[in-house]
């Protein structure tokens, strides 16, 4: 993958950042592609490429959806999510950024749900493409360091070589710290 991403890195990152939107559309999670990113592409060039074709991924499901499902959606979620549609009036970059970032609905509900309020595709782009970063970064940076870990070893690495590596382990922890706080403004922002 080195070679290759050394003398086709333009193509790599096109391919990647077709698959990525493609994966996303079809309702896919981002938490495999974002390891895959930070293994092939380092932590930088993953976290972009990442980012945008996640980012666009789910922007032409939200615009698929928002089309062909929008009805259904609102039937199905408009009464659990009833508390939010004020917030999403008032500021929708802002709650939508929020809702991205604290998160607690899985990432292909995320990506719909915002039909509900009739969110610009412009804000609901730049939204999720800020709102996915802190995440996304930690999970490449996990895989970014997975393949330091490979390259400087002639040997597969054990198990307890990956988890006392600073590159996997201070991810970790910061991914776990960031959960917590999640959690915590899931419950502040969520409450009625």
């Known amino acids: 993958f080195y070679e290759l991403r050394q003398s086709n890195l333009f193509l790599l990152a096109i391919l990647f950042i077709l698959f990525s939107a493609i994966w996303v559309f079809a309702a896919g999670f981002g938490s495999p592609l974002a390891l895959f990113a930070g293994f092939i592409f380092g932590k930088w060039f993953g976290l972009l490429f990442a980012v945008v074709g996640m980012s666009l991924g789910a922007t032409f499901l939200y615009i698929f959806a928002n089309f062909f499902l929008k009805e259904m959606i609102r039937n199905k979620f408009l009464n659990r999510f009833k508390s ?20 607690g609905i899985p990432f292909q509900i995320q990506n719909i749900l915002p039909c509900i309020f009739n969110v610009k595709i412009y804000n609901f782009f730049w939204s999720t ?10 999970v490449i940076s996990i895989g970014s360091g997975l393949g330091e870990i490979i390259d400087q070893n002639l040997k597969p690495p054990s198990m307890m070589d990956l988890i006392s590596s600073p590159s996997i382990y201070i991810p970790l922890i910061t991914f776990f710290t960031l959960l917590v706080i999640t959690i915590i403004l899931r419950h502040l922002f969520y409450k009625k």
């Open 84 to 103: 939010l549609e004020e917030k999403f009036k008032k500021s929708e970059f802002l709650y939508l950024l929020i809702f991205r970032f604290v998160g």
């Open 129 to 138: 493409f800020l709102g996915m970063l802190p995440q996304t970064f930690l």
